[in-house]
């Protein structure tokens, strides 16, 4: 089971700005990872770090995160933005954790 | 730009060995700043991370404690790659398998680590 907990659905109307959040006490000690994936593809990082973005990632997805939660914001969202998103952080035994996953529908 | 290029077999038996290997490009296994990870995801358990190997001076292993007792994960410098043997499989191994480079450093004083090239997939399915 993950330690890293996130809501297992979300909704959005298109244009719209969604937050998917993802709870776990590693999050204090770690910044968490994002990940999107789309069915039949691999999970491609889309932020890290405190609030970074890869190269090629639009800057409508932001991070941020306080305590024991991260979060992942989507400003603006759009019809391609529709996805499973997973979270990631390392524990204090240096093993690395995902979250459930939250999977992304926008209306 | 990085590339993870991952080969093996499709389909294993009970209790047998599963055998995958990533393949690098744009970088090197034996990098001082990188992580070589196999993770894998089924519906049943999700992204499920297995284990990495690292050069610090010298090669490490840390592998998940749900694997622990059947994992080794071996780096190949003269063919720039890295390999998973999981042993003695069951069916609940079935699951699509990626192998991924890790990257971390300190943002704002915070350790971050994060999986930035994956490579393409490969679904392995335990059955007679």
């Known amino acids: 089971s993950s330690e890293l907990t996130q809501d297992p659905a979300v909704s959005v109307a298109l244009g719209q700005t969604v937050r998917i959040t993802c709870q776990g006490d590693s999050l204090r000690s770690y910044y968490a990872s994002w990940y999107q994936q789309k069915p039949g593809q691999a999970p491609v990082l889309v932020i890290y770090?405190?609030?970074n973005r890869p190269s090629g990632i639009p800057d409508r997805f932001s991070g941020s995160s306080s305590g024991n939660t991260a979060s992942l914001t989507i400003t603006g969202a759009q019809a391609e933005d529709e996805a499973d998103y997973y979270c990631n952080s390392r524990d204090s035994s240096g093993n690395h954790q995902f979250g459930g996953g939250t999977k992304l529908t926008v209306l | 730009q990085v590339q993870l290029q991952q080969s093996g077999p499709g389909l294993v038996k009970p209790s047998q060995t599963l055998s995958l290997t990533c393949a690098i490009s744009?970088?090197?296994?034996?990098?001082?700043?990188?992580?070589w990870n196999w993770i894998r995801q089924s519906p049943s358990r999700g992204l499920e991370w297995l284990g990495r190997?690292?050069?610090?001076?010298?090669?490490?292993?840390d592998y998940a404690v749900s694997v622990k007792s059947r994992i080794t994960i071996n780096p190949d410098t003269s063919k720039n790659q890295f390999s998973l043997q999981l042993n003695s499989v069951t069916p609940e191994d079935t699951a699509v398998y990626y192998c991924?480079?890790?990257?971390?450093?300190?943002?704002?004083?915070?350790?971050?680590?994060?999986?930035?090239?994956w490579g393409q997939g490969t679904l392995v399915t335990v059955s007679s």
């Open positions: 991924a480079r890790e990257v971390g450093y300190y943002d704002s004083s915070v350790k971050t680590y994060y999986f930035d090239y």
């Open positions: 770090g405190k609030n």
């Open positions: 190997t690292y050069y610090r001076s010298k090669w490490y292993n």
């Open positions: 744009g970088d090197s296994v034996s990098s001082n700043s990188a992580a």
